[in-house]
């Protein structure tokens, strides 16, 4: 009896998560480079909680394809793609002191970039200190530069990571961290002068 109610209940699971609107797909990793294989294998990457995967899900922003929203309380970004779809990433957002919201532009784009702490956060941590690009750099994988309706740098980045286990929790200076995979992927899709909201 058991066998029959199990397959039962796996099948009712199954046709549960085919509804639309239920279901995430799980996308495929970017192409990496070699040294993106070298230097990404010296992050070690911790157990990914499914909550802050990568998924291809109905978009629930309503914002135009191309547009990346920031979702800070739920710790989610979402790169809106055609025909009411977008990609979500969990992410690292701002501590409550260092939080912002607002809309901004990506100005720059640059892979495995060099880290160049603004005065505020030297002043605050003076043991931090400019880094060439590689696996130790805070900016990890991949960067995309935001700037202000002015054409200004507001200094926050989206960025990747030498830190995936902090994925999901407000912990950063402000700047929004993905694990490098996830960066890459999102560095890959965006354009140039791609719209940024955060929330």
Known sequence: MRR?????????????????????????DPELSALDKEWMA????????????RYLIDDPTGE?????????KERQLYYVLPDRKAIRYGVTVGDEAYGWSGAARVFRKAAWPD???P?????????????????ANPLGARALYLADASGKDTLYRIHGTNEPERIGQAASSG?????????????NRVGADAKVIVR
């Open 4 to 28: 029959p109610r199990l397959a039962l209940a796996t099948a009712l699971t199954g046709a549960v998560l085919a509804l639309p609107g239920c279901m995430y797909r799980a996308t495929p």
């Open 175 to 187: 700047c929004i961290r993905m694990r490098n995979i996830d960066v890459v992927d999102l560095y």
């Open 115 to 117: 880290w160049h702490p």
């Open 119 to 135: 005065a505020e956060m030297v002043k605050r941590w003076p043991h931090v200190h400019p880094m060439k690009g590689g696996p």
């Open 64 to 72: 135009a394809p191309g547009t990346i929203v920031v979702e800070t």
């Open 42 to 53: 010296m992050v070690p990457e911790p157990e990914v909680n499914r909550l802050f995967a």
